[in-house]
């Protein structure tokens, strides 16, 4: 019989990974916590029309790379293939929005039809960070000085660079399209063939075209910082001051632009030469006009999303991730002979005692020095060592595994106290 498998794209995380995963989300929380941004959790499967309707229907994300199908009542859902749109729509049915500012983030799996390659995947996770209600250049400045005190506390603040632009108003958006396209129309046949599609669905993706013949011809073409509206300029200039003035370095990109119809103003992206192709690890901007765009009232709105599966990679190739994360269990209870119930005792006990110690318990039987080659293996501290003679005495032996200190005997009472050391480091991993 054929075996199944995983759909390609579509990765399973593995005790050794999920390791690595719990510590870069600790990360994440962490920081997003310090900057004092709350959780929101939506569904991961929505009405179809929310995302034609945000995202656009000429962009590539719906023509071509969307999870979609017709549910039992016959209606058109899909698998989320980004999170603003669902956080903006959540927002919106629940009231969190009108006369309200919010500072929002969210977590979790996100769908697209892609082909698979490194750091890219049809089934992948990211971090999104949304704020509401705020339209001044400071929020601009407070989301990228976020994303800098993250890429510093990883570690990473020596392989990422910070790329900005402005997209400007709708208005100075069409009159720049138009320029573009009269002038690309005129030299088609020097494009290569995804910009000869996207220049009459979507010509400003072709200025972030990775052909060096595209990019070569427009450095001759129109320029998007020459059509910008005096107000979207002055946002700019003020949001430049701004990360000057918090130390926050960047370079102006001018042919940067996102892919997703619904941004404005102020677009931005996280970038490394580290993972090959993939550069961006983090990406967002402003989409003032999406609110209103979904059925709500007009809204200010700037946000983000990091790519976790970048980001692992990033801090795995940079050698950042701390030691220990391999490890399993804190404590090692060894129970050799005819002691389970004991050992069992034992073990409530000390779990009671320190919530935050991992504690894991040998079962299956098996010597002591079978037993003790698993305590090793765990990656534990301490080996506590439960043979007939002390359970006998109400004792229990101590085997420091990753220090050079003599095996000590214990009163099974002192343990707790003896452990306390190893339960409060679990606890700072755990934070």
Same mark, same amino acid.
């Given at each position: ?23 870069? @989300? ?5 920081? #997003? ?28 994300? /719906? ?15 899909? %698998? ?23 500072? #929002? ?50 570690? %990473?603040? &020596?392989? +990422? ?25 005129? &030299? ?53 001051? #701004? ?27 996280? /970038? ?6 993939? $550069?961006? /690890? ?40 701390? @030691?220990? #994360? ?9 129970? +050799? ?32 020095? $079978? ?6 293996? $765990? ?41 306390? $050391? ?10």
């Amino acid at each position: 019989m054929k075996k199944i498998q995983a759909i390609r794209g579509m990765n399973d995380l593995l005790p050794a990974d999920t390791a690595i995963w719990q510590y870069m @989300e600790a990360c994440v929380k962490r920081a #997003l916590a310090g900057f004092g941004y709350s959780e929101i959790r939506f569904p991961i499967m929505e009405q179809t029309d929310l995302f034609k309707r945000s995202i656009g229907e000429v962009t590539d994300i /719906v023509e071509k790379e969307m999870y979609t199908f017709e549910d039992r009542n016959g209606e058109s859902v899909t %698998l989320r293939p980004e999170g603003t749109a669902s956080c903006v729509r959540a927002c919106e049915e629940h009231g969190l929005l009108y006369n309200q500012t919010q500072r #929002l983030w969210y977590m979790g799996p996100m769908f697209r039809y892609e082909r698979p390659q490194k750091g890219r995947y049809r089934q992948f996770h990211q971090v999104g960070i949304e704020t509401f209600g705020l339209e001044g250049p400071d929020i601009d400045a407070e989301l990228l000085l976020l994303g800098y005190h993250l890429f510093r506390q990883l570690g %990473l603040d &020596h392989c +990422v660079s910070l790329q900005i632009n402005s997209l400007g108003s709708d208005a100075a958006r069409a009159a720049f399209r138009e320029a573009l396209v009269k002038y690309l129309s005129a &030299h088609e046949a020097q494009l290569d063939e995804d910009s000869k599609r996207r220049l009459h669905t979507n010509p400003l993706r072709i200025l972030d075209s990775k052909s060096p013949d595209t990019q070569a011809l427009l450095d001759g073409g129109p320029s998007l910082a020459d059509y910008l509206d005096e107000s979207s300029h002055e946002h700019f200039t003020r949001l430049t001051q #701004l990360l000057d003035a918090a130390g926050v370095p960047y370079s102006v990109n001018p042919r940067l632009v996102r892919g997703l119809d619904y941004y404005s103003r102020t677009a931005f992206e996280w /970038v490394t030469d580290r993972l090959g192709a993939q $550069s961006a /690890v983090c990406a967002g901007g402003r989409y003032d006009n999406l609110v209103a765009q979904l059925g709500g009232r007009p809204t200010p709105a700037v946000g983000f999303a990091i790519g976790l599966e970048r980001l692992v990679l990033l801090v795995q190739s940079e050698g950042r991730l701390p @030691e220990g #994360l391999d490890a399993s269990v804190d404590v090692y209870l060894a129970a +050799v002979g005819d002691v389970q119930a004991e050992a069992l005792k034992l073990a409530a006990s000390l779990r009671e005692q320190l919530p935050q110690l991992r504690l894991g318990m040998h079962c299956g039987g098996g010597s002591f020095k $079978s037993q003790l080659k698993k305590a090793d293996k $765990s990656g534990a501290q301490v080996a506590l060592i439960l043979g007939e003679d002390e359970a006998a005495e109400g004792k229990v032996a101590v085997k420091y595994l990753r220090e050079d200190r003599p095996q000590q005997s214990l009163n099974q009472n002192d343990v707790a106290q003896l452990l306390t $050391s190893v339960a409060s480091g679990a606890q700072q991993e755990a934070k």
